[in-house]
């Protein structure tokens, strides 16, 4: 099936749906696109269902506001130079980054690459799957390991423990595969989107994240935080906060369109107020008001050092120059923020499942600023509407 005839296939089942189970009928649903394409250019079909548009008053806030799927890329381009964009792409120089600013990150145990310089502040320096093996069996402690370059969890492995003199690796959930697949799946991933083999793989202490988090979510992988800082000249400020919370089984809070199962709770900057979690992309998605498993609301628990945290990454803000949209992925510990990477583009989608765009006048008139922006481009026309 191409993808154009897969993509209407998907609009007529999210429309058949929200006509199901919303009560939005056909010619309702038609007019609210029609009204969508004429007041935002950056949106298309499934823009609508996917935040759920279609449960809106038609021409409200949302239709002018929402950033669509067609405008994530302009928006980062635009507001990131491409010069300025390397620690967000590759995680050992974001090591290196936080290691000059004092800002800090999980304990580096050891790097594997293959060839080329490794940092001389890295405790352990691996260059092939011998070495890789004889560190872990050495080591004989729990061990994240993550590759330089890749996104959505790729590649990632939680090493818990090596049996029989490191030929059986166990993963967090205690399933056990061979060394040889091990490798597989991480230093010999193949077909991952981003992911570089030359470029390496990072061995990490695992985070132990503050356990009032771990309590609520009755789960120890950390569950970290998304937050998009914006500096656009008038100092950095924190625009948009969602909380990524890890369900059981899964070592990683990746989302991508709720498919591992985690879910999405908005976070109000400046209280670190919380919303209900949100279960995938609309219009199929669950919202709760309560978490799962704990059963606890998620509108009466209070974000332990919130305060501190903010403040934590608005100091980090300050350590990267020409990015005015930094994709900051913290979690929360007993000594405060650990920042686990940065992001330049993707992941803003995630920001605008609770019912609010992500551009708001403010950040619309900054962009209009920018020399860079396409003119008479969908992008351009969308900020100066």
Same mark, same amino acid.
């Given at each position: 099936?191409?993808?154009?005839?897969?993509?209407?296939?998907?609009?007529?089942?999210?429309?058949?749906?929200?006509?199901?189970?919303?009560?939005?009928?056909?010619?309702?649903?038609?007019?609210?696109?029609?009204?969508?394409?004429?007041?935002?250019?950056?949106?298309?079909?499934?823009?609508?269902?996917?935040?759920?548009?279609?449960?809106?008053?038609?021409?409200?806030?949302?239709?002018?506001?929402?950033?669509?799927?067609?405008?994530?890329?302009?928006?980062?381009?635009?507001?990131?130079?491409?010069?300025?964009?390397?620690?967000?792409?590759?995680?050992?120089?974001?090591?290196?980054?936080?290691?000059?600013?004092?800002?800090?990150?999980?304990?580096?145990?050891?790097?594997?690459?293959?060839?080329?310089?490794?940092?001389?502040?890295?405790?352990?320096?691996?260059?092939?799957?011998?070495?890789?093996?004889?560190?872990?069996?050495?080591?004989?402690?729990?061990?994240?390991?993550?590759?330089?370059?890749?996104?959505?969890?790729?590649?990632?492995?939680?090493?818990?423990?090596?049996?029989?003199?490191?030929?059986?690796?166990? $993963? %967090?959930? !205690?399933?056990?595969?061979?060394?040889?697949?091990?490798?597989?799946? #991480?230093?010999? +991933?193949? &077909? @991952?989107?981003?992911?570089?083999?030359?470029?390496?793989?990072?061995?990490?202490?695992?985070?132990?994240?503050h356990p009032l988090i771990t309590e609520?979510?009755?789960?120890?992988?950390?569950?970290?935080?998304?937050?998009?800082?914006?500096?656009?000249?008038?100092?950095?400020?924190?625009?948009?906060?969602?909380?990524?919370?890890?369900?059981?089984?899964?070592?990683?809070?990746?989302? $991508? %369109?709720? !498919?591992?199962?985690?879910?999405?709770?908005?976070?109000?900057?400046? #209280?670190?107020? +919380?919303? &209900? @979690?949100?279960?995938?992309?609309?219009?199929?998605?669950?919202?709760?008001?309560?978490?799962?498993?704990?059963?606890?609301?998620?509108?009466?628990?209070?974000?332990?050092?919130?305060?501190?945290?903010?403040?934590?990454?608005?100091?980090?803000?300050?350590?990267?120059?020409?990015?005015?949209?930094?994709?900051?992925?913290?979690?929360?510990?007993?000594?405060?923020?650990?920042?686990?990477?940065?992001?330049?583009?993707?992941?803003?989608?995630?920001?605008?499942?609770?019912?609010?765009?992500?551009?708001?006048?403010?950040?619309?008139?900054?962009?209009?600023?920018?020399?860079?922006?396409?003119?008479g481009s969908p992008f351009a026309r969308?900020?100066?509407?």
């Open positions: 099936m191409s993808i154009l005839l897969k993509k209407a296939s998907s609009a007529l089942c999210c429309a058949r749906y929200v006509k199901r189970h919303y009560k939005r009928g056909w010619i309702a649903q038609a007019l609210d696109i029609i009204t969508l394409y004429r007041l935002n250019p950056t949106c298309n079909i499934s823009d609508y269902y996917v935040y759920k548009i279609f449960a809106e008053t038609r021409g409200s806030a949302l239709y002018k506001e929402l950033l669509g799927f067609s405008g994530h890329e302009a928006f980062s381009r635009n507001l990131n130079a491409r010069t300025a964009v390397t620690p967000a792409w590759d995680k050992m120089v974001f090591e290196v980054v936080c290691k000059a600013y004092n800002l800090q990150t999980p304990e580096l145990l050891a790097v594997y690459k293959p060839a080329g310089l490794i940092p001389c502040f890295v405790p352990a320096k691996i260059c092939n799957a011998k070495e890789l093996k004889d560190f872990l069996v050495q080591y004989d402690a729990p061990v994240f390991v993550k590759p330089v370059k890749g996104s959505l969890g790729q590649g990632a492995f939680y090493v818990a423990e090596v049996a029989e003199n490191g030929e059986l690796v166990i $993963d %967090k959930n !205690g399933n056990a595969i061979s060394f040889d697949a091990f490798c597989k799946r #991480t230093i010999g +991933l193949t &077909g @991952a989107k981003h992911y570089n083999p030359e470029s390496g793989l990072l061995l990490q202490k695992p985070i132990v994240q609520f979510t009755q789960n120890d992988s950390p569950s970290g935080f998304r937050m998009l800082v914006i500096n656009t000249g008038q100092g950095p400020y924190i625009h948009r906060v969602v909380w990524k919370v890890v369900v059981p089984g899964n070592i990683s809070d990746n989302f $991508d %369109k709720g !498919g591992y199962g985690n879910m999405l709770v908005q976070v109000n900057p400046t #209280t670190g107020k +919380l919303s &209900g @979690a949100v279960s995938s992309y609309w219009p199929k998605a669950k919202l709760y008001s309560q978490h799962p498993i704990s059963g606890r609301d998620f509108s009466s628990f209070t974000l332990p050092l919130w305060e501190q945290v903010t403040a934590e990454a608005l100091r980090a803000a300050g350590a990267i120059n020409g990015m005015g949209a930094m994709h900051w992925d913290v979690v929360i510990t007993e000594k405060g923020a650990v920042f686990l990477e940065l992001n330049d583009i993707g992941g803003t989608d995630i920001l605008q499942l609770h019912g609010k765009g992500l551009m708001d006048e403010n950040l619309k008139i900054a962009l209009r600023q920018k020399p860079s922006v396409q003119k969308f900020i100066n509407n």
